[in-house]
């Protein structure tokens, strides 16, 4: 059985592991034992209360409980830009016109700003590729949204996600290449590993602040502006299925798009529910008539979660077995979050 539940410092190790499977690209997974540690640490800070906005933040883990090893990843952090500066790309025009000449010109302009502090942010997500099946990866991926539906006091209004941006097989970014290269002496995998690990003055104190004209950088440079790298496309697929959307925000480093919404209008806020546990071991579901959704057991403290076939008409009542209901930490009568894993409209 697969089941999500909050990480702890005692998956150090498997969380490396898998921080040195992720590569370039994944800026808040950096394959750094003392920087994870540390923010498996602020992690246990937030839910005891103790951490400030500007540190407070959730990573879940998704555990293969018959070998006890964590398998994939991923996280939240309830208020970015407070304490590091968070810095984005905004993508917009400038208008340059002459009566005299007759001339109109609309010119893309790219904007370094900070508009988005202080909004909650999606990071962090990452499977194992030999559990990328049976939806695992969405799993991993939308059960942040239930969380957010069962404690949405803890967030902001804002919800964005950082989508990792173009770079080649060879980790090349042509962004980094036309922009970024110019005013950095490191290359773009050092300063993504930079950022990675908080290491982020460099940025406000080195990148142009004046408005750079997308039509002076190389074509392949303004092809990617935008452009979600492929390896991340299914992710930015189940991202835009829960409401979010591209605003004209890119990553200052390779021009990932930045996918946003406002936290009332997801689908899980909308669409979960809480319905009543019975556990019964002897379960007869119609096959035909079942699908598959996302189940959480709602306790902030020891969040449990994990998919589950289920009749598409639940009735207020939800069955499980024995098992299922010792791995989510539920007893009979107790109430349970559902939604179902795919838009049913």
């Known amino acids: 059985m697969f089941i999500i539940r909050h990480a702890s410092v005692n998956d150090l190790d498997d969380i490396f592991v898998l921080a040195e499977k992720s590569g370039i690209g994944m800026t808040t997974l950096p394959a750094n034992k003392e920087v994870l540690l540390s923010r498996l640490k602020r992690i246990e800070k937030t839910l005891k209360g103790d951490a400030k906005k500007c540190e407070q933040g959730y990573l879940f883990v998704l555990e293969d409980t018959d070998s006890q090893k964590v398998v994939g990843l991923s996280g939240i952090e309830v208020a970015i830009g407070l304490g590091d500066s968070f810095y984005t790309y905004h993508v917009g025009k400038q208008v340059h016109s002459s009566q005299s000449l007759d001339t109109h010109n609309i010119m893309k302009t790219l904007i370094l700003g900070n508009d988005l502090t202080g909004s909650s942010e999606l990071c962090t997500l990452f499977l194992d590729e030999d559990y990328r099946q049976n939806h695992n990866g969405k799993l991993l991926s939308k059960i942040r949204f239930l969380f957010i539906a069962a404690f949405s006091q803890y967030f902001e209004e804002k919800l964005i996600a950082e989508m990792r941006g173009y770079s080649d097989e060879n980790g090349r970014s042509p962004f980094w290449d036309a922009v970024g290269s110019h005013f950095f002496d490191i290359d773009f995998a050092e300063a993504d590993y930079l950022t990675g690990i908080g290491k982020k003055a460099f940025i406000a104190e080195l990148m142009p602040r004046f408005p750079i004209y997308v039509d002076l950088l190389t074509a392949e440079a303004q092809a990617v502006i935008g452009k979600t790298h492929p390896k991340t496309l299914p992710a930015s697929k189940v991202l835009?299925?829960?409401?979010?959307?591209?605003?004209?925000?890119?990553?200052?480093?390779?021009?990932?798009?930045?996918?946003?919404?406002?936290?009332?209008?997801?689908?899980?806020?909308h669409d979960s529910q809480l319905v009543t546990v019975t556990i019964s071991d002897s379960i007869a579901n119609n096959p035909s008539d079942t699908q598959p959704y996302l189940c959480g057991n709602d306790n902030y403290l020891d969040y449990r979660a994990c998919l589950l076939e289920l009749p598409s008409q639940l009735n207020g009542v939800l069955s499980l077995t024995t098992e299922q209901a010792k791995q989510l930490h539920l007893t009979d009568g107790q109430k349970v979050r559902v939604l179902p894993l795919n838009p049913t409209h």
Not at 240 to 269: H, M, W
């Open 240 to 269: 835009e299925s829960e409401g979010l959307k591209y605003q004209n925000y890119v990553d200052i480093f390779d021009a990932g798009p930045t996918l946003e919404a406002e936290i009332c209008n997801l689908r899980a806020v």
